[in-house]
């Protein structure tokens, strides 16, 4: 026991980034849980990471099977650490065979004299063959903490950023942390009406600002082009025959 050293766990910040970064590659990362009610340290897996200022401390989402059952659960960095294989020294040591055996079953089919005589009780492996198990479905919980409840999974968030570049607007959008449209083209005009709708004035005056440089160069330049074009078009002039 004096050999065993307690096991660091927790996710930093770069932690956390990382394994944003995995999903958002299409991967899915494993972690360790850990506290008193997963005495095992499952393993599982990463299937979501939200906002904590939207979604509280426990806002990574993870796919685990706890007695058998396959569930999503929410958890704070600090109760998680990177990694799926458990840490031998962070393993609690074994309960006494004796506490684990479960007492014998007896059928309705079985008549009380056909049973088989009763072990003494005198003896410690007797006595604790008679006091039944505790379920195992129930997973056991540390003094003063409840019963983690499942979190409901909410739908991954959309976010979109029209962004201007030189005269031309794009449009670029993420769900959830997965990139679905980048730098798509917008017309000028559209990003207006989309300005006019959301009705700030400070958007407004940027949008027009830009709108109407870009207008007023595309004006300045096919004023030149016709110019020129004027000018082509008298010197094809001169060389026409009479």
Known sequence: MAARQARTVGLTDQDVQRLRDQLADGKRPRVQLSGSQFAAAPSAAVVRIGDPAVDGSDYLTVRVKVNGVLDELAFAPAELQLGGRRTPAAEPVAAPRATRRKAPRATAATPPAARAPAVPVATPMAASALVPEPAAAVP???????????????????????????????????????????????????????????????????????NQTALSQAQARADELRAELHRLEAVLATHRTP
Do not use: C, M, Y
Not at 157 to 181: C, E, H, L, Q, Y
């Open 140 to 210: 056991p919980s540390s003094p003063g903490r409840h019963p983690r409840r499942r979190k409901p999974t909410s739908a991954a968030t959309v976010s979109f950023t029209v962004a201007s570049s030189g005269d031309s607007w794009t449009v670029s959008a993420n769900r959830g942390a997965k990139g679905i449209v980048k730098h798509a083209p917008v017309q000028p005009g559209v990003v207006t009406a989309l300005a006019e709708l959301l009705g700030q004035p400070a958007l407004l005056d940027a949008v027009a600002e830009i």
